[in-house]
């Protein structure tokens, strides 16, 4: 087995030897008892996670397949109504073609890549559309910029303007890591996926859905199956789910979603805050800049700005003999930015870590 190398990527993220032991648990068999109960276990505990008492699906895939479920569960096949996808960076851009792959009518909006969507544009392009949107796409954590778009205030615009559109928000690498309270807020579609702030491995996704999004998609004929909501609620009633799962993965998402609840959720919340602040000083104070807009800095991941030419591959070598890894920036950003996690269990000595061994690196 190679060294192991420390990751500081935004995802897969570092996983714990403990999560990882508990996917060698011997196979059961997912139709009987012992799978019902151990589906059952996680279910009430994400359902705390994403503060909802309504289901909480499960695939097994990556957050994009929860992209095309929420695509085509969601958003009708009617051209005047359509979905508005709000893009700030690669992946809700990407998000919103994956709307126009599925034949959805799909009206964008779009800021330069580091800066947050604003309330005041959502409004301005409800008020523009002859007929109100079946959906809005939020992307709140774009990972490949480091900008955490502002969801209540976007939110509160949407249900003041069209409150029958329905809300779906990608918060692929946010939540677990910031306090996302989807009824609270009053969500649709809140979605997130396994290798980023949950501490796992990949091939897990989750998404809270509301009633009236689960109404929505039993009016839709073209669902699919494998990301059919209306399919997927019909099993996992039945603590269940229509195809084979990924049982190891669950056993690993039943452990850790036992230890997040015991470290407490506003503990974890305040942790991931608090490597935010250590890590955007340390960039500052290293003659660095931050890529995101002021005030829509990401809780998560930063995106530094390359202010001082920082070589990254040579930099990522240099980090590998030291067991560690960060991420070079994302698409166009490739070498303008470097990202660094500080989400899922990693601690303050973790970041420090890392710190000093940038430094020592020059």
Not at 22 to 44: D, Y
Not at 71 to 100: I, K
Not at 331 to 340: C, E, N, P, Q, V
Request: charged share 20%.
């Amino acid at each position: 087995m190679p060294e192991h190398i420390k990751l500081f990527i935004p995802g897969p993220i570092e996983v714990r030897e403990s999560i990882l032991q508990a996917q060698v648990k011997p196979m059961i068999g997912h139709r009987g008892k012992p799978f019902e109960q151990l589906f059952a276990s996680t279910q009430s505990k994400l359902r705390a996670v994403f503060y909802t008492s309504k289901r909480v699906l499960v695939s097994t895939s990556s957050g994009t397949g929860m992209w095309e479920g929420a695509a085509r569960n969601c958003v009708t096949d009617n051209p005047a109504t359509g979905v508005l996808a709000t893009v700030c960076g690669a992946f809700s851009e990407r998000w919103a073609d994956v709307f126009e792959r599925n034949g959805k009518t799909t009206t964008v909006i779009s800021v330069a890549e580091g800066k947050a969507i604003k309330p005041e544009q959502v409004a301005d392009a409800i008020k523009a559309h002859p007929a109100p949107f079946d959906a809005i796409a939020i992307v709140h954590n774009e990972t490949s910029t480091g900008v955490m778009n502002s969801l209540a205030d976007i939110v509160k615009v949407v249900k003041e303007l069209s409150p029958e559109t329905l809300i779906l928000v990608d918060a692929v690498s946010s939540l677990a890591g910031v306090k996302i309270d989807f009824e609270g807020l009053g969500l649709d579609v809140l979605l997130t996926s396994s290798q980023k702030c949950f501490g796992l491995p990949p091939g897990l996704a989750f998404a809270a859905v509301s009633d009236r999004a689960m109404n929505r998609a039993k009016g839709i004929k073209n669902r699919g199956y494998y990301f059919d909501f209306v399919e997927l609620e019909s099993f996992l009633v039945k603590n269940n789910t229509p195809a084979t799962p990924a049982i190891s993965l669950l056993y690993a998402l039943d452990q850790q979603l036992t230890d997040m609840l015991t470290e407490g959720l506003d503990a974890r919340f305040a942790r991931h805050a608090h490597l935010a602040d250590l890590t955007r000083s340390w960039a500052l104070s290293r003659g660095y800049a931050l890529f995101a807009e002021p005030g829509y800095e990401s809780q998560t991941v930063t995106c530094v700005s390359n202010t001082r030419g920082t070589d990254i591959g040579a930099l990522n070598k240099y980090l590998a003999t030291r067991h560690m890894n960060l991420s070079d920036g994302y698409g166009s950003l490739k070498g303008k930015t470097f990202r660094i996690a500080h989400m899922a269990d990693l601690q303050e000595a973790d970041m420090q870590e890392l710190f000093s061994a940038i430094d020592d690196w020059g």
